[in-house]
Structure formats: structure tokens, C-alpha cells
């Protein structure tokens, strides 16, 4: 591996923003931190456990928040331009990061930096404006309490260019809606109470433009590594027949089929009326035509137009599997039209729509088992099925009117406050609620939910081999070895912040030469696979570190009452369930692979040294040392 270059891809600054001074700076990335980190979701970790004191209010004026483009973003590299944000989560208490698509990020390499700091809080509703090189603060008192749609809107007409990227929170970040989202075009950053982050500190959003460029360490090798890979990408079944024709919604088949596609709050794993949810579906209906982001050759993305109905007209990029699972089966709603306009509501409200999705379908159960009434609900009848009721929800939730402010925290907070053995239904894990990929029909899986530090993300470990056949989905024999190498894949990727739909030419199950020689070709690192494992896991352990300094333990590694102790009902995957003892088995396999403590989860001083991480050793040790004297 090369340490004595200056790694090319980078423009290795970053713009520092401190919003109650209103003052900005520019700031070198160390070359030696690019190696350690690679960027993205690596940097960003080593960043906030060095300037965020633990035990902060993720909402206060002391968190931070970045945004951070790749080391490919702006480059020919295909799938490396997406544009990823990182803070303390209000969901979680935990390290966060969460990216999206389009064109944000290469504009934001074109203007000069890698990414921004955001930290402080300004006193009145301020965006800001990056070009070139230079940076402003800029009023927005004009612009808040607009929806994300409009605010892009006004934005580019504020700065007077159209070709400006833009990024904004809509009324749910203003209103600190605890899994408010941030949008970038059409695109969401949208787990983990980003847009409540940016809410908190006033900061509406940030536009950018730049007419740089970004040079690469050897344009041969950049070049004929592109061709290879787009060869490949076109050449594999996922990224080159099923994703073009029909994106993500491709899973509501492929996930309903296999008997592990959640419906009616995670009571079922099968539902009735996916033919009316399915990709095929959506493609006649609503899609208007195919859309690609930036250096992308796979164009999953289905821009989509409801034609009659009572949502006639709502337009989205979408909807993406994830929320026709959340806003669709969980609610036992068939309609892909009700699906794509809220959606379209929970973007431009700017909030997560899986969290959203997932809130009221847990609203849907509690008033089926007769916990909640009518009169609890505004009126609303909150019922599985009643598809009608889903638009007047999610507007409720996103402005925090009625009940909607109790589900504005999220479902875990929710079923505390109104108790009466909620929390058994609340399916989340660490805050969050978990994504639209079965906990029950793929142990392996489980695990990686239980043990990730987002909490319920289906992206810290992947469904794709057990949903596939690569690995056995029926046995738990080699599930932690198997879900520490999807681990170091997540998050390598992830620092290069390229997409996931491409793991399977990234991986799928194990990081391979593709993701390294593309690294490589661009930076000029000259990294090797094994070395690519040594930094994925020196990054997983830095944000397990974080984790640990906010009060994460073993216990926390855990899934929900009806994950581990309900067999799914029926289907082809009925009786399926990953029991408490299984999960724990396979919880004290994996952190002996991983060098972590049996009784806690704490990671050991050894380890840590031999991933280069000497102060982080030592803070583990005092933590670890503590506990074993009381």
C-alpha cells in the first residue's frame, strides 16, 4: 500500500461551518487519515469520536453534522458519486450515516471540497452556499417552512443558477421530527434523524456548485477498470437486466415468494395483495421513465406519475421497494398509487417514509388489539387495510399535529409513552425500525440486524446471500464469520459511498478485487484486498467504539419479542424464527471473530492496537475495566 503520495481523487478539503459565529474555514484532510479511512462513513466516524463529546443531546447545538462525497464522486467511476451524511443520531444515540444518489456529490468535488463540518446553531433560518472554493451563510427565513420540492425551487432561484445541486430538510426537520430526512433532488439521506440535526441548528440546507474537476492517479488504468466494470454490470442479471427494467420493487416478488416479505407490522410474511405492489404493476401504472444518477450506467431509479384517483398527479422518484414495503404491505395497502403519493408526501415533508411507514403500522396493530381508539387517533380509522387513512397520517407525523407528535419520535419512544405492552409490537432495534427484510427467514441476517450499530439497517449486513442461495438461509452454522465479511464490504463501500444496489459486483458477500482495484486506480493507494478488511475493520470497530462511549452494550444487540420468539405464521418460510438462545450463540461467535469482549461487547485493547487504533484502545480499556469492578 502507497503512504508517501498524495492520493489523487480527493481535493482533500474540507469547509468547516460554524454557524453560531457564522464563520467558515478551509481545512486540509491528512493524507494519512485517507488511508486509514478511505472517506465517507470512515472519515466521518474518526471525525465526530474525535470532536463530539459523548453524551451530548444529538439535538443540541454541540452535535455536528457532515457531508461527505467519495474519493470516486465526480469521476467515471460507475455508482461512486453518491453523497453520504454523518451525525449523532436523535433516533439512535449512535454514530449514523446514511447517502443517496444523483449529482450532489460530484458537484461538491467540481466546487473544491470533499465535504463540510456543520457545527453550532445559528439564531435565525440560514442555507448555505458553496462555489468554487468559497462559501456564505445566507438568510432563509424565506424558505423555511417550505416543502423540500418548493425550497429547491426558491434556492436555484435565489442564487440565480439553475445547474445548482441542491439539499434541504423540509417542515419535519424544522419541527425536529426525530427521523426527518434530508433531500437532494429527488433523492433521500433519508434514515437516522439527519434533517432533525439540520432543523435543530436552523440550517435549511446547502447549495452547491462548481466547475472544477477531479483528477485520478492513472486515467489508463481508471479507464480500462471502468470498462471492465461496466461490462460486468451489464453482464450480471441484477445490475444489468432487473434493476434497469424494474429497480427495487423487483423485491416485493422476489421477498413475497419467499415468504419473508413483512406485512400488517411484521404479523405475516406473506401478503394478499402484492400483485398490487409489484414492480410489473408499477411499471403500467405509474412509471414514466427510467432515471439514472451520476456515472451510473444501471438507472434503477423510476420516475413515476400517478394518472387518475384521488392522488392524481403526485409525482416521485419511486417509489423504491423499502417504502412500498413500509407505506404498502406493513399497512396491508395493495395500491400502488396510495404508495407513490405518500411517498411523494413523505419526501417533500422531508422524512424517513420506512420510519413513517413502519409508525403507523404500528398504530395499525395497536388499535386492532384494542390498545389504542378512535379517539386516541384524531378520528382516524387506524385500520390494516384502509389505505385511505395512510396520506392523513403521514401529514400528522411530518408537522406534528395530534397524535402524529407522539409518532414524530419514532416507534420505540412512542410505545413507551403509551405503554399498555406496545413495546412487544414496536419493531425497532437501538431506535430504529427495521427495513422491509425478514429477521426471521434469514439467521445470518438477524445477526447483522441485531449487532449493527444503525440498528434495524439492512445496510450494516445484506439479505442478498441468504435471499439468493449463495449461503443457506435454513442453518445458523457459519452466520457470524459470514456476516463479519458482509460487515467489512458495508462499510467499505461505504467510505467509498458507493451504491449497494452494485454489491453484487462489489461482493456480494465479501469485499473483492472489483471495489479495490477501482480504489486504486483512482487514489494511486495501491491497496490490497486484505489490506481493503484491515481498514473496513478498523472503521467498524471505531464506530462500535463510539457505540461503546455512549453506553451501547451486548444487551442492546438484540431484536424484537416477536422476532425471537413468534415463528412466522405461514408461507414457504412458516416457522421460521431466529430464537433468543440461537441469537446469542451467534452473538458469542461473532465477537470472538471480532476480538470483543464475551460479557459486554466492548472491543479489546489488543484488537484495537492491531488495527492502528491505540487511543481508542485505551478508551476501551478504562471503559471495560470499570464495568468488571463493579
Not at 464522486?73 to 449523532?88: C, E, Q, V
Not at 404508495?339 to 417514509?353: F, I, P
Not at 378520528?379 to 397524535?403: A, Q, T
Request: charged share 25%.
Amino acid at each position: 500500500m502507497s503512504r508517501a503520495k498524495l492520493f489523487k481523487g480527493y481535493t482533500r478539503k474540507l469547509l468547516r461551518v460554524n454557524l453560531t459565529e457564522r464563520k467558515t474555514a478551509i481545512e486540509e484532510i491528512p493524507n494519512g487519515q485517507l488511508l486509514k479511512y478511505i472517506g465517507g462513513a470512515g472519515l466521518a466516524a474518526r471525525i465526530l469520536y474525535d470532536e463530539l463529546e459523548p453524551g451530548i443531546d444529538p439535538l443540541s447545538y454541540r452535535n455536528k453534522i457532515l457531508f461527505l462525497a467519495g474519493p470516486l464522486a465526480g469521476t467515471i467511476a460507475p455508482t461512486g458519486s453518491r453523497i453520504g451524511a454523518y451525525t449523532k443520531s436523535p433516533m439512535t444515540g449512535g454514530f449514523f450515516h446514511s447517502s443517496a444518489g444523483g449529482c450532489f456529490a460530484a458537484e461538491l468535488k467540481y466546487a473544491g471540497f470533499d465535504g463540510v463540518i456543520v457545527e453550532g446553531k445559528s439564531e435565525k433560518p440560514v442555507y448555505l452556499y458553496i462555489h468554487n472554493g468559497t462559501a456564505e451563510i445566507r438568510n432563509a427565513t424565506h424558505i423555511w417552512g417550505e416543502y423540500t420540492y418548493r425550497a429547491h425551487t426558491l434556492l436555484k432561484h435565489d442564487i440565480g443558477d439553475e445547474a445548482a445541486q441542491i439539499a434541504v430538510i423540509g417542515p419535519a426537520g424544522e419541527k425536529l421530527v426525530r427521523f426527518a430526512s434530508v433531500i437532494a433532488g429527488g433523492r433521500a439521506m433519508g434514515r437516522g434523524g439527519l434533517g432533525a440535526v439540520l432543523g435543530s441548528k436552523k440550517l435549511k440546507g446547502i447549495a452547491v456548485r462548481g466547475t472544477g474537476r477531479v483528477d485520478v492517479d492513472d486515467m489508463e488504468k481508471t479507464l480500462k477498470k471502468t470498462w471492465e466494470l461496466l461490462e460486468v454490470m451489464r453482464g450480471n442479471p441484477s445490475t444489468g437486466q432487473i434493476l434497469p427494467n424494474f429497480g427495487t420493487p423487483v423485491l416485493v416478488d422476489a421477498n413475497n415468494s419467499l415468504g419473508v416479505f413483512g406485512a400488517r407490522n411484521w404479523q405475516t410474511e406473506t401478503f394478499e395483495g402484492a400483485d398490487g405492489l409489484r414492480a410489473e404493476t408499477m411499471r403500467e401504472k405509474i412509471v414514466v421513465r427510467d432515471k439514472a444518477c451520476f456515472a451510473c450506467p444501471i438507472r434503477c431509479s423510476k420516475y413515476s406519475t400517478v394518472a387518475d384517483g384521488p392522488y392524481k398527479g403526485y409525482t416521485v422518484e419511486g417509489p423504491e421497494y423499502e417504502n412500498i414495503f413500509s407505506l404498502g404491505s406493513m399497512c396491508g395497502c395493495s395500491s400502488i398509487e396510495t404508495v407513490a403519493a405518500a411517498e411523494r408526501e413523505c419526501d417533500d415533508l422531508g422524512m424517513d417514509a420506512i420510519e413513517a411507514g413502519v409508525s403507523i403500522a404500528f398504530v395499525m396493530e395497536a388499535c386492532e388489539k384494542g390498545i389504542l381508539s378512535k379517539e386516541d387517533t384524531d378520528g382516524l380509522n387506524v385500520s390494516f387495510g384502509n389505505k385511505d387513512i395512510i396520506m392523513p397520517m403521514v401529514r400528522k407525523i411530518g408537522m406534528r399535529e395530534g397524535f402524529g407528535d407522539i409518532l414524530a419520535e419514532g416507534v420505540k419512544r412512542a410505545s413507551l409513552k403509551i405503554g399498555k405492552g406496545t413495546e412487544a409490537f414496536a419493531m425497532q432495534n437501538k431506535g430504529m425500525t427495521f427495513a422491509g427484510h425478514s429477521a426471521r427467514g434469514m439467521p445470518g441476517f438477524a445477526l447483522g440486524y441485531a449487532t449493527g450499530p444503525r440498528g434495524a439497517s439492512h445496510h450494516d449486513s445484506r439479505p442478498t446471500g441468504e435471499r439468493s442461495g449463495i449461503v443457506q438461509r435454513d442453518t445458523v452454522d457459519g452466520k457470524p464469520r459470514y456476516t463479519v465479511d458482509v460487515n467489512h464490504l458495508m462499510i467499505l463501500t461505504d467510505s467509498m459511498i458507493l451504491c449497494h444496489l452494485a454489491e453484487a459486483v462489489w461482493g456480494p458477500i465479501k469485499i473483492n478485487e472489483h471495489v479495490v482495484d477501482i480504489l486504486n486506480a483512482v487514489t494511486g493507494m495501491e491497496m490490497s484486498v486484505e489490506e481493503a478488511e484491515e481498514t473496513a475493520e478498523r472503521i467498524w470497530n471505531v464506530i462500535r467504539a463510539f457505540a461503546v462511549r455512549e453506553g451501547s452494550r451486548r444487551k442492546d444487540d438484540t431484536l424484537p419479542k416477536r422476532f425471537l420468539s413468534e415463528p412466522i405464521p405461514d408461507g414457504p418460510s412458516k416457522g421460521m424464527v431466529v430464537g433468543e438462545d440461537v441469537l446469542e450463540t451467534m452473538k458469542d461467535e461473532y465477537y470472538r471473530i471480532r476480538g470483543w469482549d464475551l460479557k459486554t461487547g466492548i472491543p479489546m485493547f489488543e484488537r484495537l492496537l492491531k488495527l492502528d487504533l491505540p487511543d481508542i484502545a485505551h478508551d476501551m480499556q478504562v471503559i471495560l475495566s470499570s464495568e468488571k469492578e463493579v
